[in-house]
């Protein structure tokens, strides 16, 4: 089936440090990718999505890119701020449709001032 | 404003005591879903509702029903809830399940202890 990968955490960061989160995928086909994220004591929140090859998704200075070929959708900012601090899940769910979202771990991220 | 509501937030409970955790959406979305999040284990899929009268089972459906009567309402129900169900509960919707561009909104979260 299905399944995700990302690099487990915490990850701690300071201020304007640039951030990595390593994502990868085992998927049929070519899925669409997502990074949701989820700020403390709140619920998750798309952040930003891909749904073909070398799609570049971006938002809020957070970008990752499609890449079919290593099956990954890592995601990277170049300067990260304390409110960046929440945890980061990435997810997938077939091509054309989006009602099995399958998750990662999450990965808890702290930047400090 | 549009939103995933749930109620309640935060639920203590005991053994084998029948609950429900409500979900309410306003933006006429036909998908709703139930997402349990435990430590080390991200999010799993507990049950799913393409539409009104249409659920279906996700990865973890053990122990729970659900219910679509309306479009905007979809309930979870712990007939009989046990330790194990201890857990943060999500619920989301989005438009359509058909399609990839379509962006599922998550409620704020249910925080649930059975003793």
């Known amino acids: 089936g299905d399944s995700v990968t990302q690099m487990e955490g915490p990850v701690t960061l300071s201020e304007e440090a640039f951030l990595t989160i390593n994502c990868t995928y085992t998927a049929t086909g070519y899925p669409s990718l997502f990074w949701y994220v989820q700020y403390p004591g709140e619920g998750l929140q798309l952040l930003l999505k891909a749904t073909k090859a070398d799609d570049k998704g971006s938002n809020k200075g957070f970008e990752a890119t499609y890449r079919k070929e290593t099956t990954s959708f890592h995601l990277e900012k170049g300067s990260v701020q304390v409110s960046d601090s929440a945890v980061y899940f990435c997810a997938l769910s077939p091509r054309g449709s989006n009602y099995k979202l399958t998750f990662g771990k999450g990965t808890l991220l702290t930047v400090n001032p | 404003e549009a939103q995933v509501t749930q109620n309640p937030r935060y639920l203590i409970t005991v053994t084998g005591k029948k609950l429900t955790v409500t979900c309410s959406q306003n933006?006429?979305?036909?998908?709703m879903s139930w997402y349990r999040q435990d430590p080390g284990l991200g999010l799993r899929q507990i049950y799913y509702?393409?539409?009104?009268?249409?659920?279906d089972k996700g990865d973890v459906p053990e122990g729970y029903k659900v219910s679509r009567k309306e479009k905007r309402n979809f309930p979870l129900i712990l007939e009989s809830p046990s330790p194990n169900q201890t857990s943060l509960y999500f619920c989301?919707?989005?438009?359509?399940?058909?399609?990839?561009?379509?962006?599922?909104?998550f409620g704020p979260g249910t925080r649930l202890t059975v003793l």
């Open positions: 933006m006429n979305h036909e998908y």
């Open positions: 509702s393409m539409n009104v009268e249409v659920t």
């Open positions: 989301a919707s989005s438009l359509s399940p058909q399609s990839s561009y379509n962006e599922q909104f």
